[in-house]
C-alpha cells in the first residue's frame, strides 16, 4: 500500500466481525453487518487490494503451540548492514518478528523458544551475524495486551458507511 487508506464504519465493521467470527463467509458476513453480500465481496476484495487485510490464516499462540519463553532482542549493527541482518534474521526460526528501530539500538527482534536454554542458542544464533555489533535481550514474563488493531481502527473510521442498515461492532 502506498498511502494511506481512509476507513469507514463498514470496513471496521467487517474487520470486527471477522476478528469475532473467524470462519465466517461472505453470507453470513453480510447477515453480521446487515449489508448486501455484494457490498461485503467488494468492500473485502479493495481491503485485500489495498493491503489492510493481509490474510486468512490462522493466528498462532506460539506459547500454547510449546514456545513459552519469549524475550525481546535490540541489536546494534554495522553502519549499512540492514539488508544483510534481514537475511541473518530469516534464517534463524526462532526470530517471530523484527523492526528497524531508531534509538540506541538498530533493530529489535522478538523471539521465541522452548526453554531457557533453547533462547540461549537463540541469541547465540543471533550474535553469530557478521554485521551484528552488540546485542541486549529482555525476558518477557508475561504479556499485557496482546496483538491488537481493531481499537485502533475504531479510533479513526469515519463513521459514514453509505449503508444506513448496517450493524456497526459496537452496537451502534
Same mark, same amino acid.
Given at each position: 500500500?502506498?498511502?494511506?487508506?481512509?476507513?469507514?464504519?463498514?470496513?471496521?465493521?467487517?474487520?470486527?466481525?471477522?476478528?469475532?467470527?473467524?470462519?465466517?463467509?461472505?453470507?453470513?458476513?453480510?447477515?453480521?453487518?446487515?449489508?448486501? *453480500?455484494?457490498?461485503?465481496?467488494? *468492500?473485502?476484495?479493495?481491503?485485500?487490494?489495498?493491503?489492510?487485510?493481509?490474510?486468512?490464516?490462522?493466528?498462532?499462540?506460539?506459547?500454547?503451540?510449546?514456545?513459552?519463553?519469549?524475550?525481546?532482542?535490540?541489536?546494534?549493527?554495522?553502519?549499512?548492514?540492514?539488508?544483510?541482518?534481514?537475511?541473518?534474521?530469516?534464517?534463524?526460526?526462532?526470530?517471530?518478528?523484527?523492526?528497524?528501530?531508531?534509538?540506541?539500538?538498530?533493530?529489535?527482534?522478538?523471539?521465541?523458544?522452548?526453554?531457557?536454554?533453547?533462547?540461549?542458542?537463540?541469541?547465540?544464533?543471533?550474535?553469530?551475524?557478521?554485521?551484528?555489533?552488540?546485542?541486549?535481550?529482555?525476558?518477557?514474563?508475561?504479556?499485557?495486551?496482546?496483538?491488537?488493531?481493531?481499537?485502533?481502527?475504531?479510533?479513526?473510521?469515519? *463513521?459514514?458507511?453509505? *449503508?444506513?442498515?448496517?450493524?456497526?461492532?459496537?452496537?451502534?
Amino acid at each position: 500500500m502506498t498511502g494511506r487508506r481512509t476507513l469507514d464504519a463498514l470496513d471496521v465493521a467487517l474487520v470486527a466481525a471477522l476478528r469475532e467470527h473467524r470462519r465466517a463467509g461472505i453470507l453470513e458476513l453480510s447477515r453480521i453487518t446487515g449489508v448486501a *453480500r455484494g457490498t461485503v465481496s467488494a *468492500r473485502l476484495q479493495r481491503l485485500e487490494d489495498c493491503g489492510v487485510i493481509t490474510g486468512y490464516g490462522p493466528d498462532i499462540d506460539v506459547r500454547a503451540a510449546g514456545f513459552g519463553v519469549q524475550a525481546f532482542v535490540t541489536l546494534e549493527i554495522a553502519q549499512g548492514a540492514i539488508e544483510d541482518v534481514r537475511q541473518d534474521l530469516e534464517s534463524i526460526p526462532g526470530v517471530l518478528e523484527a523492526h528497524a528501530t531508531t534509538g540506541s539500538g538498530d533493530v529489535l527482534c522478538r523471539v521465541a523458544a522452548s526453554s531457557h536454554e533453547a533462547l540461549q542458542q537463540t541469541l547465540v544464533d543471533l550474535n553469530r551475524s557478521a554485521s551484528v555489533v552488540r546485542s541486549t535481550s529482555v525476558v518477557a514474563l508475561s504479556q499485557l495486551v496482546p496483538w491488537r488493531t481493531l481499537p485502533l481502527l475504531q479510533s479513526e473510521a469515519t *463513521r459514514d458507511a453509505g *449503508r444506513s442498515g448496517m450493524h456497526l461492532a459496537d452496537g451502534s
